[in-house]
């Protein structure tokens, strides 16, 4: 069973362009989770998402960032207008449906954003 | 909300040795605690979860943690550290009752030393 997938590992971007980032969930995850990693600090949660459902986006920057999970394909977080304070790595974690109880989050390797 | 605090950014450890990680919780709602651990350049393995079983929790590689609620803990602990224990350590929160998103603390990065 392959773990959660993340593309590309490592995205170098120019100010003002577009970053994309992709995460395939595990195989039976319907939940997926972005995390955003800033140097020296710990992850910080950005959005929570069910297919073709924004459930929670609480962490997301109000302007530029946007995250989606479509029926079909993986989940993208997408990052309009790059500056040089969105390098970060980026993690995405998937879960099973939640049943009531405590679902454990399993990580991707993350993207590695640095904007130049 | 929830939120942990872990004290100490790094940590050295002789080989050989006890490895203790200390973490602290705030939680308006009984918690959920984890611990992960992070290698160089990679994503978050799991070591262990505290979800109102056991209070002691065992987990992968030899680690554990105990639940303590009248301290609001939940620190790691190694009886013998190995050369290969190097990497980030992070304890994280979550809201039982909530939407399963996980509050991390800032992480020790431990250091082996022989």
């Known amino acids: 069973n392959a773990g959660v997938m993340q593309n590309p590992r490592h995205l170098v971007r120019r100010r003002g362009q577009e970053a994309r980032l992709r995460c395939s969930p595990m195989?039976?995850?319907?939940?997926v989770y972005w995390y955003r990693q800033l140097p020296e600090e710990g992850l910080k949660f950005m959005v929570y998402?069910?297919?073709?459902?924004?459930?929670?986006e609480s962490g997301m920057p109000k302007e530029r960032f946007s995250a989606e999970f479509p029926k079909e394909g993986p989940s993208i977080l997408r990052i309009q207008q790059v500056v040089r304070g969105d390098s970060a790595a980026y993690f995405c974690?998937?879960?099973?449906?939640?049943?009531?109880?405590?679902?454990?989050?399993?990580f991707g390797p993350g993207t590695r954003l640095l904007v130049l | 909300a929830q939120s942990v605090t872990q004290l100490g950014s790094h940590v050295s450890v002789s080989e050989g040795a006890l490895v203790l990680l200390r973490c602290n919780y705030s939680?308006?709602?009984?918690?959920?605690l984890f611990w992960y651990v992070q290698y160089p350049n990679q994503g978050l393995q799991l070591l262990l979860k505290?979800?109102?079983?056991?209070?002691l929790v065992k987990g992968i590689n030899g680690f554990e943690a105990e639940f303590k609620k009248s301290e609001t803990s939940f620190h790691l602990t190694k009886p013998s550290a190995h050369m290969s224990d190097a990497a980030e350590y992070f304890c994280?929160?979550?809201?039982?009752?909530?939407?399963?998103?996980?509050?991390f603390g800032k992480g020790n990065q431990v250091v082996v030393i022989p």
């Open positions: 974690a998937s879960s099973p449906p939640l049943a009531g109880g405590e679902e454990t989050q399993y």
């Open positions: 195989k039976g995850h319907s939940h």
């Open positions: 998402l069910q297919k073709e459902n924004i459930i929670d």
């Open positions: 939680s308006s709602v009984p918690p959920y």
């Open positions: 505290y979800t109102s079983a056991a209070t």
């Open positions: 994280a929160v979550s809201d039982r009752y909530g939407n399963n998103r996980l509050a």
